[in-house]
């Protein structure tokens, strides 16, 4: 290693080696416990603006390279269903938002499917997400069911998700929240399994 080739003592340049795999351990332990567990959610009403707060930082630039004030978007993760099992397209699910209650923003709202390594999932419509550029259709009463799962649900392609097979999570991004965002008295619905 080239710290030892300058004169770094043995000790020194072993605990080099070792920073690296523990500080990612710690961001990803930090990562999986990040903002508050809301409907299975985990919800960050405090980032871009870090301060001291290193590990925040670093567990925000280690999921999403970045992040906007909460004033400007809001990011919600969730990996889990409403009875606290991994999300999986093996299962189907809904995400059903009662009338009147899609996310409240002055801007635009979506929800995006993630593969487990993070990134879009390949799917045959090439639909990575709903909500902005696919605007989901909503039933009579003035509900809005999204349709998360593998397969296309019968009629309802307009609101459908598509899901891997395997593990996902998802990201619902709010831009420009209103208050009922940033105070907490609006929050996501729980993904529910249909089957």
Do not use: C
């Amino acid at each position: 290693m080239a710290v030892q080739g300058r004169g770094a003592r043995p000790a020194t340049a072993q605990a080099l080696r070792q920073a690296v795999p523990a500080a990612q351990k710690r961001i990803k332990a930090a990562l999986a416990t990040s903002g508050n567990e809301v409907n299975g959610w985990r919800v960050s009403l405090n980032l871009g603006d870090y301060g001291t707060d290193y590990l925040l930082r670093a567990t925000t630039a280690w999921q999403g390279l970045g992040a906007n004030l909460p004033q400007d978007a809001v990011y919600p993760i969730v990996r889990t269903d409403s009875r606290g099992k991994p999300l999986t397209g093996a299962k189907r699910y809904v995400l059903h938002f009662a009338p009147g209650q899609t996310p409240p923003v002055k801007a635009f709202w979506s929800v995006t499917m993630y593969d487990p390594n993070g990134f879009l999932v390949r799917n045959p419509l090439h639909r990575y997400e709903v909500g902005h550029a696919v605007k989901p259709t909503r039933h009579p009463d003035g509900s809005t069911d999204l349709y998360v799962q593998h397969d296309a649900p019968a009629g309802k392609q307009s609101n459908w998700l598509p899901a891997p097979s395997g593990r996902f999570s998802m990201i619902l991004r709010m831009y420009r929240p209103k208050p009922r965002v940033l105070d907490g008295t609006w929050t996501p619905p729980a993904v529910t399994m249909t089957s």
